[in-house]
């Protein structure tokens, strides 16, 4: 079975850091991209990062960008965001998805897993 496993969450001072984990089953890691998203309350899904285990690109949104840093493991078929410098914007539950090969619009991710919460306090 096709899994994405996300852990790390937590709740966190204004500050303060987190790595968040991504381990994937059931699928070719080194032909898919792993991406990071994020959805608060009340706000639309944001892709926060993503990195192609297929052609080695990786990006960043503008709000996380400098603060926050994806990598991966091809031994442990696991993606990591460390999370700097997190701020109380950051607070969302944080999904990570697989697409074909190549980061892209969210609609092209078909495998998702359930998430991790993040909060942060000021």
């Known amino acids: 079975d096709v899994q994405l496993q996300a852990s790390g969450g937590g709740l966190v001072q204004t500050g303060g850091s987190l790595r968040l984990s991504c381990a994937a089953y059931g699928f070719t890691f080194e032909h898919h991209a792993i991406a990071w998203f994020r959805q608060a309350p009340g706000k639309e899904r944001e892709a926060v990062s993503c990195i192609s285990r297929y052609d080695g690109a990786v990006y960043y949104s503008d709000s996380v960008k400098g603060r926050f840093t994806i990598s991966s493991d091809n031994a442990e078929k696991t993606v990591y965001l460390q999370m700097n410098n997190l701020k109380a914007e950051d607070t969302a539950r944080y999904f990570c998805?697989?697409?074909?090969?190549?980061?892209?619009?969210?609609?092209?991710?078909?495998?998702w897993g359930k998430g991790t919460q993040v909060t942060v306090s000021s």
């Open positions: 998805a697989a697409a074909p090969y190549y980061c892209s619009g969210s609609g092209n991710y078909g495998y």
